[in-house]
């Protein structure tokens, strides 16, 4: 793969306000009757990914795990905001967040879409099993493991349909942040992120 020459556009006042928007989309999640606002609909994977790979490096990958664990401390405290399965999570967003910082500037827009159904995949099947972990109406055999990938517990909704869910939320929003960084790029005459191959540089 051919490194893309592309430079951070300097734009402070969108990742605050993606941040912003995103805690505020927890806090009401969290907030609403036995938080079912949305399940499984919100923006952190697109920002711990897309976000990671196309805003300024002065925002550091670890912001986006750190953003969340401190909303939850705020509305659950510290008992529940800390289970196995919130830490999981978080872990998740900062593996994939570090991973994402190591691309800055070389992915085009069709792999960056890829790395995140990737890590939708990846993150769906790491908190699934540690579900199937610590949650005691699973059998701890494969068939528990794979009723947890799959149809989940009986009384809820089957778990497909939370991955279902995440998978159009991570890419409706890393479209949006993609969209957004590169026509301010271009407006800037900075160079935006290609959509399949090398970026051509413009003017700086």
């Not at 405290?77 to 991973?99: C, H, P």
């Not at 099993?129 to 947890?148: C, F, H, N, R």
């Not at 949006?176 to 160079?191: G, P, Q, V």
Request: aromatic share 12%; proline share 8%.
């Amino acid at each position: 793969m051919i490194p893309v020459a592309r430079r951070s556009t300097p734009m402070p006042w969108v990742p605050l306000s993606l941040i912003t928007c995103a805690l505020v989309m927890r806090w009401l999640k969290l907030e609403s009757p036995g938080m079912t606002l949305l399940p499984n609909f919100s923006p952190w994977m697109a920002l711990a990914f897309t976000g990671t790979l196309v805003l300024p490096r002065a925002l550091p990958w670890f912001v986006w795990p750190l953003a969340l664990l401190g909303i939850n401390l705020a509305v659950l405290g510290i008992a529940s905001a800390m289970d196995v399965q919130s830490m999981t999570i978080y872990g998740m967003y900062a593996v994939i967040a570090f991973v994402a910082a190591h691309f800055r500037q070389r992915l085009s827009v069709v792999q960056a879409l890829l790395g995140v159904l990737l890590s939708s995949a990846v993150f769906y099947l790491v908190t699934n099993t540690a579900s199937w972990i610590v949650e005691p109406a699973y059998a701890k055999s494969v068939s528990g493991w794979l009723q947890a990938l799959t149809t989940g517990l009986p009384g809820y909704a089957p778990a497909w349909t939370f991955f279902r869910a995440s998978l159009l939320s991570d890419l409706g929003f890393s479209s949006l942040l993609i969209l957004a960084f590169n026509a301010e790029a271009r407006f800037r005459e900075l160079s935006p992120m290609p959509w399949a191959g090398p970026a051509i540089l413009t003017g700086h």
